[in-house]
């Protein structure tokens, strides 16, 4: 695979999540992610147990959307965005790249009946109950995520910063409180 910033050719395993371009130092996320040892593999446990939250995240977003669709690729855009905005203005990273990572994901079970087979059994709660995050923390992306649903403006830094690595707006315009264009 070739580096998406410069080209430079990229070799992964097929348990590899992401690789540095060692040419250009962008992490690139493998398109072709293999976690199906982790179903027979004695050491699979300590192996994914050792993987960072957004790691896990993006093992299971992969398993949830495949590698080779444009929500993967918006969603990793996303991501790299999110960190740069972390980086320079700080927040909490444990709730924003959650948030970021599983924007695309409904918040209940219900919110997918009839809707996308491929996701009509996951939401954002259950992926984060099934990666032992802690329940403040689930309950912090979920509001975040909750609040853009219904086209809140940003109310905390995190939801601010989860909005521009999105790419949605954050300001009102007018005292009327329509949105900046």
Do not use: Y
């Not at 070739?2 to 130092?25: Q, S, T, Y």
């Not at 982790?38 to 050491?43: F, I, V």
């Not at 509001?143 to 809140?152: F, H, N, P, S, Y």
């Not at 989860?162 to 949605?168: C, H, P, T």
Request: proline share 3%.
């Amino acid at each position: 695979m070739a580096c998406p910033k410069c080209g430079h050719v990229l070799e992964f395993w097929k348990d590899d999540i992401r690789r540095k371009c060692c040419n250009c130092g962008r992490e690139v996320a493998n398109p072709r992610l293999d976690l199906a040892c982790a179903q027979w593999c004695r050491h699979a446990a300590q192996c994914i147990g050792q993987m960072s939250l957004e790691d896990r995240i993006l093992a299971r977003l992969h398993v949830i959307f495949g590698g080779a669709d444009e929500r993967w690729s918006r969603t990793l855009r996303a991501l790299e965005r999110a960190k740069r905005i972390l980086a320079t203005r700080g927040g909490n990273a444990g709730v924003i790249i959650p948030a970021v990572l599983l924007h695309l994901l409904p918040l209940r079970p219900e919110a997918t009946a009839g809707k996308d087979v491929v996701r009509s059994h996951w939401d954002v709660r259950s992926v984060l109950e099934g990666l032992d995050v802690d329940a403040r923390v689930i309950e912090q992306v979920a509001a975040i995520l909750a609040r853009q649903a219904a086209g809140q403006l940003p109310a905390s830094h995190e939801e601010t910063v989860v909005a521009e690595a999105l790419g949605l707006k954050t300001e009102t315009s007018s005292e009327d409180g329509r949105v900046n264009e």
